[in-house]
C-alpha cells in the first residue's frame, strides 16, 4: 500500500488498522462519529476493540460485500455500520472499513439478521401501531414475565408489554421520533419492574424508511445497570471518604498532641497546629541542619540524649517507641514532651514514613515533681518523729528499769534478811509488790525490744541447741502455772534429739510467750498440747489449746504492733497487745514464719516454723540442764506475771 493510499484514508474514510493483533491506527473520522479518543483505541488489542466497539469477540471474516453491525459509542449510543475487512495488505495486516449506515432501505431481512446475531438487545416494530415485529433474547430480559419471551410478545402493541409504559418518559421520546423521524438516544434510563426491581439500560430508538416513508421503529438497548450501580457505589464511597478524612482532619487539628510525618530523606511535615508550636524545639527533625548548641535532650533518667538519637530517627530506622519521655533544656525553658511513633512499611517491606506523635506532658511532670516533693519531705518529717519517739521510748524505758531493779533487789533482801519476821499479811503485799515489778519490768523489756527491731538492731546470738530438751524444759517449768487453772499440758516430739542453729534466748521468750497466751485463754479443765516435728526443710513448733478462739477476721491483727483480740473474749487476761508482735520479728530474723488458725470457742493453734539447720561447733560444753533452766525460770516469772496464782 503506498503513500498516497494511507494519505487517502487518514483523511476521507472511517478506518481500523490491526499490525500482528495490534491497532495501530484509527481514522479520525471514526473517532469523531463514535467519540473515542486516540488513546482509548490505538495500542489495544484487535480482539479487545472489537469487543468494545461491536460487542464480539471474534474477528469479522473477509468478505466481498459489507456486512452491517452494530457498533457502540464511547457514550453508549448505537450505530447501524457497513463493515468491509481487507487482509491484502499485507501477511500480518488487516484493514477495517467502516460506513455508517442513517437510513436503512428495503433490507429487513438484514436487520433481522442483526437481531439474530448482534450482542446487544435489538427489536423492531411497525410503525405507526408500535406493534412488535421481532426481539432477540438481549431485548426480551428486561420485560417481566411472560413478556420475556418471544412467544408471548410478538405481535402486541408496545403498551402491553413493558411496564409503566403509559405516561413514562419512554412513551413521549417514541412521540417525539415518529413526528420528527430523527434517531434518538436515550442514555441510563431508569427502568423499573415489577419484578425484576430497578435496572438502567442505554437506548438507541432509530427510524427505517421504505419509499421516504417512516415505516419501522428499531430499538437497541445495552444493560448497564452494573456499571452505574458501581458508579452510585465508588460515588458514595468517594463522598463517605471524603466526609471522613474530613473529620480526620478536624480531629487531627483539635488534637492536644503534635503530629508529624517523617519521610526517610528526614523531610518532616507537620499535620496539625501544635506541630506547628514545637517544631522549633525539634529543629523540624532536620538532620541538614544540626541541633543547636543551646538546646539539650534528656531522656527520664537525666541522661543525655544526641540529636540524631532522638526516638523520631529511630523510628525511621525501624524502631516502634510508646510514651517515650524526652525533656527539652533551653537556655530559657524545660520542657517535657511524651513520644510515641512507628514505621509505615511500603509493599517491599521499606520504611516509606514514620509517624510520630509529641505529647507536651510539662504541666504533669511538673505537678508530679511538686507531689513527689511533698511526699519526701513528709517522708523525712514522719522518720523524724519515728527517730524522736524511738529516742524516747528507749530513753523513758531505760529510766522505768532502773528504779524497778532497785525494787526488785530490795524485795528480795527483804526476803532474805527479814522472811522470818515478817507476818503472812506482810507477805502478801510483798508478794503483790513483786508481781506487778516484774509486768513492769516485762512491758519495759518489750518496748526497748520494740525499739531496737524497729532500728533493725536486734542481735542474734545463735548456737547449736537441742530444740527438743530445751522445749520440753520450758514445758515442764509452766505446768505449776497451769495446774492452778487444772490444765493439763502435753510435750509430743517425733524424734529424742535434733540440733538446731537458733537464738536459745529468743527461742525461749517465743515458746513462754505462745504458753502465757495458751494459758491465759484457756478455760480452766481444758487441756494444752506443744508438738515438734519437720516438715520438708523446717522444723515445726505447734502449740495447740482448747481456748476461746481467736474471730477470722482478727487473725492478721494479733501479729501487729498493739494488736488485741476484743477484751470481751478474754476480760481474765488483758494485756498490751506486743507480745506476739515480738515473737514474730524474732521469729523472723531467724529466717522463720509464724501462722494462726482458730476455731471461736474451740481453741487456737501457733504454728513456728524454723530452718532446720546447724553448724559444726568444736569444744562447746551444753549447759542447758544448769544455766539455761535458771534462766528459763526468771523469764517464765517475768512472762507469766499477768497470770495471778492463788497461794
Known amino acids: 500500500m503506498n503513500e498516497h493510499f494511507y494519505s487517502f484514508l487518514l483523511e476521507n474514510v472511517p478506518y481500523l488498522l490491526v499490525d500482528n493483533g495490534i491497532v495501530t491506527q484509527v481514522g479520525d473520522l471514526l473517532l469523531a462519529q463514535l467519540g473515542y479518543d486516540k488513546d482509548d483505541i490505538v495500542g489495544l488489542s484487535e480482539l479487545d476493540v472489537l469487543d468494545m466497539l461491536l460487542g464480539v469477540r471474534n ?23 457497513s463493515i468491509k475487512v481487507c487482509d491484502h495488505i499485507s501477511s500480518r495486516q488487516r484493514l ?51 413478556y420475556n419471551t418471544r412467544e408471548a410478545s410478538i405481535g402486541k402493541h408496545i403498551s402491553e408489554i413493558i411496564t409503566g409504559w403509559k405516561g413514562s418518559v419512554l412513551e413521549n421520546i417514541w412521540a417525539t421520533v415518529l413526528v420528527s423521524g430523527k434517531s434518538c438516544y436515550l442514555p441510563e434510563y431508569r427502568y423499573i419492574g415489577l419484578k425484576k426491581g430497578l435496572s438502567y439500560w442505554n437506548i438507541s430508538l432509530t427510524p427505517i424508511y421504505e419509499d421516504s416513508i417512516l415505516a419501522y421503529f428499531v430499538e437497541i438497548t445495552h444493560d448497564v445497570t452494573e456499571t452505574v450501580m458501581n458508579r452510585e457505589k465508588i460515588r458514595f464511597q468517594r463522598d463517605q471518604l471524603f466526609k471522613q478524612f474530613q473529620q480526620f482532619e478536624t480531629v487531627v487539628e483539635n488534637m492536644s498532641d503534635a503530629l508529624f510525618v517523617l519521610y526517610p530523606d528526614s523531610a518532616a511535615i507537620s499535620l496539625n497546629q501544635e506541630a506547628h508550636y514545637i ?54 525553658n524545660t520542657h ?11 509493599n517491599s517491606k521499606n520504611i516509606f514514613f514514620s509517624i510520630v506523635c509529641i505529647r507536651d506532658v510539662t504541666s504533669q511532670v511538673n505537678h508530679d515533681n511538686y507531689i513527689l516533693k511533698i511526699e519526701k519531705e513528709k517522708k523525712e518529717y514522719l522518720e523524724r518523729v519515728i527517730r524522736l519517739k524511738d529516742e524516747f521510748l528507749t530513753l523513758i524505758s531505760h529510766e522505768f528499769k532502773t ?13 532474805l534478811l ?14 503483790t509488790i513483786k508481781q506487778n515489778s516484774l509486768r513492769q519490768l516485762r512491758l519495759v523489756s518489750n518496748l ?3 525499739t531496737r527491731g524497729t532500728a533493725d538492731q536486734i542481735r542474734l546470738y545463735k548456737r547449736n541447741v537441742d530444740i527438743v530438751s530445751l522445749t520440753k524444759l520450758i514445758t ?35 515458746v513462754l510467750n505462745l504458753l502465757s497466751n495458751a494459758i491465759k485463754f484457756t478455760p480452766k479443765g481444758k487441756s494444752i498440747q506443744v508438738r515438734l516435728y519437720k516438715e520438708n526443710d523446717y522444723i515445726n513448733l505447734e502449740v495447740k489449746d482448747e481456748g476461746v478462739g481467736i474471730p477470722k477476721e482478727k487473725i492478721g491483727l494479733i501479729f501487729e504492733r498493739f494488736g488485741q483480740v476484743d477484751n470481751s473474749l478474754s476480760r481474765q487476761a488483758e494485756g498490751t497487745g506486743i507480745g506476739l508482735y515480738l515473737v514474730k520479728m524474732f521469729v523472723e530474723r531467724m529466717g522463720g514464719s509464724i501462722s494462726a488458725s482458730s476455731t471461736l470457742y474451740k481453741g487456737a493453734t501457733f504454728l513456728v516454723k524454723l530452718p532446720d539447720e546447724s553448724v559444726e561447733q568444736h569444744g562447746v560444753v551444753n549447759e542447758l540442764e544448769t544455766v539455761d533452766n535458771k534462766k528459763i525460770i526468771h523469764m517464765m516469772n517475768i512472762e507469766f506475771s499477768d497470770i495471778y496464782l492463788s497461794k
Not at 474477528?59 to 455500520?81: N, T
Request: aromatic share 12%; hydrophobic share 35%; proline share 4%.
Open 448 to 450: 526497748l525490744d520494740i
Open 418 to 431: 527479814c522472811g522470818k519476821e515478817l507476818s503472812s499479811k506482810a507477805k502478801r503485799y510483798i508478794d
Open 476 to 510: 515442764d517449768s509452766v505446768k505449776i502455772y497451769a495446774a492452778q487453772k487444772n490444765l493439763q499440758i502435753t510435750f509430743l516430739s517425733e524424734f529424742d534429739k535434733k540440733l538446731v542453729f537458733i537464738d536459745d534466748e529468743k527461742y525461749e521468750r517465743i
Open 279 to 332: 517544631k522549633h524545639l525539634f529543629n523540624d527533625f532536620s538532620k541538614v541542619n544540626k541541633n543547636p548548641d543551646d538546646i539539650k535532650y534528656y531522656d527520664e533518667n537525666g541522661n543525655e540524649i544526641p540529636y540524631d538519637s532522638l526516638p523520631a530517627f529511630k523510628i525511621l530506622q525501624g524502631e516502634h517507641y510508646k510514651a517515650f519521655r524526652v525533656t527539652v533544656k533551653t537556655r530559657d
Open 59 to 81: 474477528k469479522i471474516q473477509q468478505d466481498k460485500k459489507q456486512s452491517l453491525h452494530l457498533v457502540s459509542s464511547k457514550s453508549g449510543e448505537m450505530f447501524f455500520y
Open 96 to 146: 477495517y472499513i467502516f460506513k455508517k449506515r442513517d437510513c436503512i432501505k428495503h433490507d429487513l431481512n438484514i436487520i433481522h439478521q442483526l437481531i439474530s446475531n448482534s450482542p446487544f438487545g435489538m427489536a423492531v416494530f411497525s410503525v405507526p401501531d408500535m406493534t412488535l415485529l421481532n426481539a432477540n433474547q438481549s431485548w426480551l430480559k428486561r420485560l417481566d414475565e411472560p
Open 403 to 415: 528504779p524497778l531493779t532497785v525494787i526488785g533487789t530490795a524485795i528480795q533482801a527483804m526476803e
Open 336 to 346: 517535657h514532651f511524651s513520644i510515641s511513633g512507628r514505621p509505615v512499611f511500603d
